[in-house]
């Protein structure tokens, strides 16, 4: 939960803003000056080659990260990755849910989610207990997967207690690093759905960093597509189909694209 009291953002308001973003690792920039605004309750989502720097982006605007050189503002107050207890307060209002789910291996499922809650607040631990059940059924784990370890979970139930976790405290905002990988069709399909329900339910901004055109279909509001280290296109997915921008159109024209988009009747 927040650690004090915030202020709803009207939907649509920019919740994130990145100015100036740049990322350089050693002689390689993999972010050259981006500009972006996420939006409350929309989901947004990154996308683009692989090595165009999504994850990285991600990590940037989830205050995980600091950028070689611009800004990142989170609910209208300039942030630094630093351990300033302003940050810490903010930090808190994001949930994170990383590729492999970064999941505890010697703790249960309910352990895992009682770490933040655990660290964060000083709740009793029967009512850390009890929150963390709550949130364990909110990503749709059955009640039995609270016992089981990581290693005893399917990967659509390790990327589920992650989300567990990740929605811990309570986040406005959830960042979900390819949420549907690894997953087969099914499962996909229905973590998508849990992405658009913990939207409608919990009134989150979700940011999302995906390679899963059908995901793109079914949950994205707006799409950003990096490239060649910049902001090649953003908007929603019919803008993007309908650009004329050559590199929009070979990334939309690859295989996966048409058959996402055939099977969604474009
Ligand atoms: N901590 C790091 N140190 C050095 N190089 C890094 C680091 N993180 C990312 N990179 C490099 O930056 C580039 C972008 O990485 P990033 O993981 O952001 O790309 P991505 O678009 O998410 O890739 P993928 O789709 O393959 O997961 C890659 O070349 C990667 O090797």
Known sequence: MPAEPTV????????????????CFGSRLVLDNLDLDVRAGEVLAIVGGSGSGKSTLMRILAMLMAPSSGTVSLFGKEVSVNED?????????????FQQGALFGSQSVLENVCVPLLEHTSLSRPFVEQL?????????????????????????????????RGIAL??????????????????????????????????????????????????????????DARIAAIGSLNELLESDNATVRSFFDSRRGRAAGGAHGQ
């Open 132 to 164: 963390a059940t709550l949130k364990i059924a909110l990503a749709g784990l059955n009640p039995d997967a609270a016992t089981l370890y990581p290693r005893q979970l399917s990967g659509g139930m390790r990327k589920r207690a992650a989300v567990a």
């Open 170 to 227: 309570d986040p406005e905002i959830l960042f979900l690093d390819e949420p549907s990988s690894g997953l087969d069709p099914i499962s996909a399909d229905a973590m998508d759905e849990l992405v658009l329900q913990l939207r409608d339910t919990l009134q989150l901004t979700v940011v999302l960093v995906t390679h899963d055109m059908n995901s793109l279909w079914r949950v994205a509001d707006r799409i950003v597509l990096l490239a």
């Open 85 to 97: 207890d302003d940050d810490v307060t903010l930090r808190r209002r994001l949930g994170i849910m």
């Open 8 to 23: 709803q953002k009207s939907r649509n308001e920019p919740v994130v803003c990145g100015r100036g973003l740049s990322m």
